[in-house]
């Protein structure tokens, strides 16, 4: 049993498994916190850790991975929910950077795994779409990270902020609304920096769709065809 388990994550249907793991903690989880009941916040932070592991599962491919990975996902787990029970600046920059690291190396070796030799099937497909969204994932990070460093980067409408509220969602929202080039405008990058960050993650979302998740499309559909 344990060995057909870790086996399944060498598998391309744990491409797909792990969008599912993405779109929940993006798009469900990650949201509800923003209500401040502290069961929600306990909830996001148990789907928070899985989300880690499914990346620790899927990234312990090699011999020197699988000695490194686990101590830094660990780490990572442990300073998250530091932050969901007693937040500090110090905590809060470093929760960021563990993100930033953990989703670089993470979108990076999903892409590996997508666009490596041999038929393309369903799973890679999902799993484009899944490096996609974890490039969200990391600029949100990015900018959060900003934010700490320099609270005055950012403008946000105040709506959205409420009083002891942490702005890591609004930051994942922004990230995503840049990242397929909506641009509402309720938050706004003054800093060089963080615009310059902004301006890239735009280029990324237009292009990445066009020409990275169209080609795999256009692929599995010659592949159906023969």
Not at 41 to 68: D, E, P, V
Request: hydrophobic share 55%.
């Amino acid at each position: 049993m344990i060995r057909q388990f870790f086996s399944f994550w060498t598998e391309e249907k744990s491409l797909s498994f792990f969008l599912l793991l993405l779109v929940l903690q993006i798009f469900v989880f990650a949201p509800l916190t923003a209500s401040g009941h502290f069961y929600l916040y306990l909830l996001n932070g148990i789907m928070g850790s899985l989300f880690l592991l499914a990346g620790l599962l899927t990234l312990a491919q090699g011999r020197l991975i699988r000695w490194i990975a686990p101590g830094f996902i660990f780490t990572a787990i442990a300073v998250r929910w530091l932050v969901q029970t007693s937040p500090t600046h110090r905590l809060l920059v470093a929760d960021s950077l563990l993100a930033i690291c953990y989703a670089a190396c993470l979108t990076g070796f999903v892409l590996y795994r997508v666009f490596k030799e041999g038929p393309v099937s369903g799973h890679r497909v999902r799993g484009s779409i899944a490096a996609y969204l974890l490039l969200g994932y990391f600029f949100a990070a990015v900018y959060y990270l900003i934010y700490e460093l320099t609270p005055n980067a950012f403008t946000i409408n105040a709506p959205l902020l409420a009083p002891g509220q942490n702005p890591s969602g609004i930051f994942m929202y922004f990230s995503l609304v840049t990242l397929t080039t909506v641009g509402f405008g309720d938050v706004s990058a003054v800093h060089p920096v963080a615009r310059s960050l902004v301006t890239l993650e735009g280029v990324i979302g237009t292009l990445y769709p066009a020409i990275l998740i169209a080609r795999l499309v256009s692929l599995r559909i010659e592949q159906e065809r023969k």
